[in-house]
């Protein structure tokens, strides 16, 4: 399977905890989205990458959240200290430049 | 106003009928769009994408967009149980660096 994987798919967490969570892109794709998803919501764009170059970063996530794509291949996404508000999907999502995006599975974050 | 609109829904229709689903959109320099399919619980997967006026058809779907308008609808002729989902209208804006999504349309087609 050359799709985009995502992993843990399910994560709970105790308050105050940090995770991090993994995304391995199709592997032409030089672009690297991350998204989350609430209930009843459209993904929420948190940030990108094109190759190892993170380029836009949502004016709305918290400095608790980091990104990175060290060789321009998979990408981690943290969350310090996390909040009962921070559960919610967070989707990856990869593509060639500006083309259509594709997303993995997911990964479910819940807070306790 | 958000940068894209779609009605919530639910929308429901009944086996065999066409399901039309509207989106609309702010930034009237967008240059790409295109249609997602959620099931609860999953990820979004790519139906359609568009990039010029007109009608765009794959299969059961047809993606129409009216740039002038600033909307773009997709119709599901031959509805099925199984294209019950939710659906995602995405946009890339003028500066082709972020998607933009909808809050999706709930679709049920009853058997």
Request: charged share 20%; with cysteine; hydrophobic share 30%.
């Amino acid at each position: 399977d050359t799709g985009v994987s995502q992993n843990p798919r399910h994560k709970i967490t105790k308050r105050g905890q940090n995770v991090t969570f993994r995304c391995d892109p199709i592997s032409e794709h030089n672009r690297l989205y991350w998204y989350r998803q609430t209930l009843g919501q459209g993904p929420e764009f948190l940030t990108y990458f094109q190759n190892e170059a993170q380029l836009e970063k949502s004016r709305l996530l918290s400095d608790r959240f980091s990104a990175e794509r060290p060789k321009g291949s998979f990408s981690t996404l943290e969350i310090q200290r996390t909040e009962q508000g921070d559960s919610a999907m967070y989707l990856c999502a990869s593509s060639f430049l500006a083309s259509e995006q594709y997303f993995g599975p997911g990964t479910r974050l819940t807070v306790t | 106003q958000k940068e894209v609109e779609q009605n919530s829904g639910p929308l429901s229709v009944p086996e065999g009928a066409i399901a039309s689903l509207n989106c609309t959109y702010s930034d009237r320099g967008s240059q790409s769009f295109f249609w997602y399919r959620q099931y609860s619980g999953k990820s979004p997967e790519l139906i359609m994408f568009i990039y010029s006026n007109g009608d765009k058809e794959d299969g059961r779907f047809t993606a129409q967009l009216n740039k002038a308008s600033q909307y773009v609808s997709l119709l599901i002729r031959d509805s099925q149980p199984s294209d019950s989902a939710t659906y995602l209208c995405a946009v890339n804006m003028d500066t082709g660096n972020q998607f933009y999504f909808g809050t999706g349309t709930s679709l049920t087609v009853i058997p």
